[in-house]
């Protein structure tokens, strides 16, 4: 059975301040590797999907790298319209989900 | 596109209730899925459907129940509401492509139902 587990469960930051959020997974063997952004009220968004150890994909601010046991989201400068829940998954057709970091970027 | 459109977007039930909520897609995506989302708990998978006519089981299946008869259209029926469903209810599809050996498996999700039962 997949297992995700991410790390912190929220995180405050202030605007500029980059940092890292962790996702540690568990798997018999990675299909692939998800990262998705989730504002209040709103369905999960798509962010980046990462399929082997060594591979990074980059969207403005945020890059997401990947090893054998563990995801990073790399934050850069972060501005206030960066909160939001990021939801870390595994899987191919059927996801398992992490329980997500709750980011909040103070001006 | 629409993408992937729920409703009802709020509803309260009383318990022993039934209900059905509706999901449509117009990305002609195979992979269809329910999720719901607690507070704390992330997503857990309920039902999902590999193409019309064919329904599994997720992870926590018990107390509801799906069909598929359309590719456009994955309905999520609750029967017998209780206080344990409730919940945000999130539909999502899957769009395939390949990349090589790869498959491109970014899901869409809907705006979600929530779903309170008292």
């Known amino acids: 059975e997949d297992q995700v587990t991410q790390s912190p469960e929220a995180l405050r930051l202030q605007e500029g301040e980059s940092s890292s959020l962790n996702c540690s997974y568990t798997v018999s063997g990675l299909r692939g590797l998800f990262w998705y952004r989730q504002d209040p009220g709103k369905g999960p968004e798509f962010l980046f999907t990462?399929?082997?150890a060594g591979e990074e994909k980059e969207k403005e601010r945020l890059k997401a790298t990947l090893t054998k046991k563990e995801s990073f989201l790399h934050i850069t400068a972060p501005k206030p319209e960066d909160s939001a829940t990021y939801l870390c998954a595994v899987g191919n057709y059927k996801l398992t989900f992490g329980k997500g970091t709750l980011l909040t970027v103070n001006p | 596109n629409a993408g992937v459109t729920q409703t009802p977007k709020f509803r309260i039930l009383k318990i022993g209730q039934s209900m059905t909520l509706q999901c449509a897609q117009d990305?002609?995506?195979?992979?269809m899925y329910w999720y719901r989302q607690d507070p704390g708990m992330g997503l857990k998978l309920i039902y999902y459907s590999v193409g019309a006519g064919i329904t599994d089981k997720g992870e926590v299946p018990n107390g509801y129940n799906v069909s598929r008869s359309t590719t456009e259209d994955f309905p999520l029926r609750l029967e017998l509401a209780a206080p344990s469903q409730t919940s945000v209810y999130f539909c999502a599809s899957i769009r395939e492509g390949a990349e090589g050996r790869r498959v491109n498996t970014e899901a869409f999700f809907g705006q979600g139902t929530r779903l309170t039962v008292v």
């Open positions: 990462l399929y082997s």
């Open positions: 990305m002609n995506h195979n992979y």
